[in-house]
């Protein structure tokens, strides 16, 4: 499966982004799919992942209550709203997709490209 990853940006902290993961040659419904971000000088880290069907999520404690990880299966694609970012958001975010087992590590999976977002104070 190719990922494309969108809706990166330039944000002032306390803003929302929603980023969204479309994907294409694969079956998309048959994958599960994640968010990860990647700071500048750091190791990439999960952030977000949803099952197959949307009826489980795990999120990155830092981001709970905060962000919110969804898909539409008719649609291929896989969203990330994010509300009250703060400045240690700031990170190149990149989606993943993975077909046996969640995606909360960094093996074995799919990846998109990433998309960069800037939270500033």
């Known amino acids: 499966v190719q990922l494309q990853a969108s809706g990166g940006g330039s944000v002032q902290a306390g803003g929302s982004l929603r980023l969204s993961c479309a994907a294409s040659?694969?079956?998309?419904?048959?994958?599960?799919m994640g968010w990860f971000r990647q700071a500048p000088g750091k190791e990439r880290e999960f952030v977000a992942a949803i099952t197959r069907t949307g009826g489980g999520t795990y999120y990155l404690d830092s981001v709970k209550g905060r962000f919110t990880i969804s898909r539409d299966n008719a649609e291929k694609t896989v969203y990330l709203q994010m509300n009250g970012l703060t400045l240690e958001d700031t990170a190149v975010y990149f989606c993943?997709?993975?077909?046996?087992?969640?995606?909360?590590?960094?093996?074995?999976?799919?990846w998109g490209q990433g998309t960069e977002v800037t939270v500033s104070s």
């Open positions: 993943a997709a993975r077909y046996a087992g969640v995606p909360t590590t960094t093996q074995q999976n799919n």
């Open positions: 040659g694969g079956t998309f419904s048959s994958y599960r």
